[in-house]
């Protein structure tokens, strides 16, 4: 009887935890096939899961959908709402994941496009802390740093009225400067080198900003040489273009 107690313990510790790391495994697969469909219907039977590890890979998979251009403004505000959802989820399953700390402040920023400039703006600080502690517990995860330097970049081309609506909202507005956004930039890149073509696009457009054309022209010229994937890597490699030609 001991031994049978032995086995039904093992069939049901041991085999959740290899589940759970074979779909894990699944979905960074689908991932980086960029099958986004496929990976969020893969992670949905995980909703309820107390794991943050599914939970942000699912916020993130919302998020990817609701960005996709075949989807209805309906069902891509929904997805908006759904993965801010998750996210908030993950982050309250685990605080030291760093991940779901980068995609906390991912979702919430992207919930302010429907919330009015007033909410926008005042989550912008919450924002800024989340992917300072996602950076905190991770100083290798590029994305984070790419993110938070786009953040810096964002409030440093705010333009004059905006920051005059900020003024009146806010004691202390949200401020950066195109330094700041530069090197966060430059730092992603110094951790993994080449990794997204969106980070060496921002990095010319910073050098744009602050007037160096002979760095921006070495940045952009990067980004237009990198093998387009995604959509996304499409639509940066189509506003490189724009630039190169202003520079020309």
């Not at 960005?67 to 989820?89: C, D, H, M, S, V």
């Not at 992207?110 to 009015?116: A, R």
């Not at 990794?195 to 022209?217: P, R």
């Amino acid at each position: 009887p001991l031994g049978y107690l032995q086995v039904i313990q093992e069939s049901v510790w041991i085999k959740p935890v290899c589940l759970s790391a074979e779909v894990l495994e699944q979905a960074d697969y689908l991932y980086s096939c960029a099958d986004t469909e496929k990976l969020y219907q893969l992670l949905l039977q995980f909703k309820d899961s107390d794991d943050a590890e599914f939970l942000w890979r699912l916020a993130r998979a919302s998020r990817d959908l609701s960005l996709l251009p075949n989807i209805e403004a309906g069902r891509k505000k929904q997805l908006t709402f759904e993965a801010f959802e998750y996210a908030k989820k993950a982050l309250e399953k685990d605080e030291q994941c760093f991940a779901a700390h980068k995609w906390y402040a991912v979702c919430l920023s992207d919930i302010g496009d429907y919330e009015g400039v007033k909410v926008k703006i005042g989550n912008s600080y919450i924002i800024r802390e989340h992917l300072e502690r996602a950076i905190e517990l991770n100083p290798k995860d590029a994305t984070s740093l790419h993110i938070l330097g786009y953040w810096c970049f964002a409030f440093a081309e705010l333009p004059w009225y905006q920051r005059k609506v900020a003024a009146v909202i806010f004691s202390s507005p949200p401020v950066s400067t195109y330094e700041e956004a530069l090197e966060f930039f430059l730092k992603a890149e110094e951790v993994d080198p080449n990794f997204y073509s969106k980070n060496l696009l921002m990095l010319g457009k910073t050098y744009l900003a602050m007037k160096d054309e002979q760095k921006a022209l070495l940045w952009l010229t990067k980004a237009k040489e990198y093998p387009a994937h995604t959509l996304e890597d499409k639509e940066v490699h189509k506003e490189v273009v724009e630039l190169l030609k202003k520079l020309a």
